[in-house]
């Protein structure tokens, strides 16, 4: 069992004039950031850069995965119906072109929050209509009906994340989240709109071997998904997952290339990558553009 991190995970202490606005905005506003919540090591580096992931529909999540920081209960609170308006004044304010919005699971909504998803798209669309959405949500317990509400809103990009292999996965989730159900959601994503861009992510470090992970991006291409993301599991607190292993720099290149080779349009894969990723997010925005001039030259 390993229990230093090893140099390759260390980083810079957060600060600088954007990082200190983007966190006094989101305090005064009532707002959550999943960079946050989820104690991720690239906050100062993606803050700074004035770039980050939104978390809605409160800090409370209704169920208790064991790699998660973020707070569980049977409930969250009553969802705040101004949220969706909040949220995109503060995003026109950074006057970004990409970001993403994620959630806790909210199994005790009649919708699980899916019409809450819907209206944040819409609203960031009213206010900012710059700017490129990307959706990271959970699994609607499988509901195409309510997954249709957010491909309806039409964000750019919709991430759903499996989390980690097929094997691990009932040691590492909680138990109302699948395997199967995961790569159900993503490949109803292309079932019902075919052109969506679709996005995962996989954590290492929990005890998978290599074969594993081949076959968990290879699963994830099965199901038509475009972009997959691979980093290294950290434990949050003492009650959660130990660190199984410090995968080396060498190997994330090399799932890399693996995932390069299975057909991914883009592989972020490195020790301190998360799903939400400033280099990642990057590289789609510029996918989607070269992807729209293509269409309007072609049309």
Request: overall charge negative.
């Amino acid at each position: 069992m390993h229990r230093n991190k090893p140099p390759w995970l260390k980083v810079k202490a957060p600060g600088g004039e954007r990082y200190t606005w983007i966190k006094h905005q989101a305090r005064e506003l009532g707002l959550h950031t999943v960079c946050e919540e989820a104690h991720c090591p690239n906050i100062g580096e993606c803050w700074s850069s004035g770039t980050a992931t939104f978390m809605v529909m409160s800090d409370i999540c209704t169920r208790g995965c064991r790699f998660c920081a973020v707070n569980t209960k049977r409930n969250g609170p009553p969802l705040d119906v101004e949220e969706p308006i909040k949220l995109a004044s503060t995003i026109a304010g950074m006057g970004l072109d990409y970001v993403v919005v994620t959630s806790v699971n909210r199994d005790d909504l009649d919708d699980q929050g899916a019409g809450h998803f819907a209206s944040c798209i819409r609203e960031i669309r009213a206010a900012s209509p710059q700017t490129m959405v990307e959706v990271l949500i959970p699994d609607f317990q499988g509901r195409e009906d309510l997954l249709q509400l957010v491909i309806d809103a039409q964000p750019e990009v919709i991430a759903h994340n499996i989390e980690t292999t097929r094997t691990l996965t009932p040691s590492v989730r909680d138990p109302r989240a699948g395997y199967e159900q995961s790569l159900g959601i993503l490949q109803a994503i292309k079932s019902n709109q075919p052109t969506m861009p679709t996005k995962s992510s996989i954590m290492v470090g929990l005890g998978e071997t290599e074969e594993d992970v081949i076959t968990a991006m290879a699963d994830l291409r099965a199901v038509g998904c475009d972009f997959v993301t691979i980093g290294q599991y950290l434990q949050p607190a003492g009650k959660h997952l130990k660190v199984v292993e410090y995968v080396t720099p060498e190997q994330f290149e090399h799932y890399r290339v693996l995932g390069e080779g299975l057909g991914f349009r883009y592989v972020a894969s490195g020790p301190l990558v998360r799903s939400s990723y400033k280099a990642g997010e990057f590289f789609i925005r510029q996918h989607l553009k070269s992807q729209g001039n293509t269409q309007e030259a072609s049309a």
